[in-house]
């Protein structure tokens, strides 16, 4: 039985490790095997880099297997955008590259929504930033499975996103005119 609900939970066989850290510490080991998902595997980062991170200009070496090692520097952190994220502007392996992070620490007023578990089939989630077109339906309705539920539009292509099953809308969490980004939770079903 736990071994079912361990797939449940984890999606993957367990490994003996595994199974005596769940048995020892349940709830701990869960929450590392969810960041595990999010994150990747962080025990290649020395401890410096993995508790403080990087300072512009400063660079550290990662070993992500044996013989294959990445050489990232932190060039520079960008100005902060109103909606929480700066652009971070680093080498991997001399190549310049830039990716937007949320400043955890910044004050913001734009809304950041909740993202969708990917786990969970009840869970409709945006599948590339955009913005609300309609909403077409409300919280308590009931939905047929192919039913259509909203209407988004990224880079001028509308894309509909249809009720995976038959049941009862839970909750919708947004409205028509407001932007959206990957991943974030759009409407719940029960």
């Known amino acids: 039985m736990w071994l079912l609900n361990w797939r449940k939970k984890t ?10 850290s769940y048995i020892m510490y349940p709830q701990v080991y869960l929450q590392f095997d969810q960041r595990m998902k999010e994150y990747g595997d962080l025990s290649v980062l020395n401890t410096s ?37 700066r652009i971070i502007y680093f080498e991997l392996n001399g190549q310049p590259r830039e990716i937007f992070v949320r400043d955890q620490s910044a004050k913001v007023s734009e809304l950041v929504r909740r993202k969708a578990d990917s786990q969970n089939a009840a869970h409709l989630g945006a599948s590339m930033p955009g913005k609300v077109l309609k ?8 939905v047929r499975k192919g039913e259509h539920l909203l209407v988004s539009e990224a880079m001028k292509m509308e894309t509909t996103i249809q009720a995976p099953m038959d049941g009862k809308i839970k909750a919708v969490y947004v409205k028509a005119g407001e932007a959206i980004e990957t991943g974030d939770l759009l ?4």
């Open 187 to 190: 409407i719940e079903m029960e």
């Open 135 to 142: 909403v077409l339906v409300s919280e308590g309705d009931k």
């Open 11 to 20: 999606g993957r066989a367990p490994s003996e490790l595994d199974v005596l």
């Open 49 to 85: 880099t993995f508790f403080y991170g990087l300072r512009a200009g400063e660079e550290t070496a990662i070993t992500i297997e044996r013989g294959k090692t990445l050489i990232i520097k932190l060039v520079a952190i960008g100005e902060l955008h109103p909606d929480g994220r």
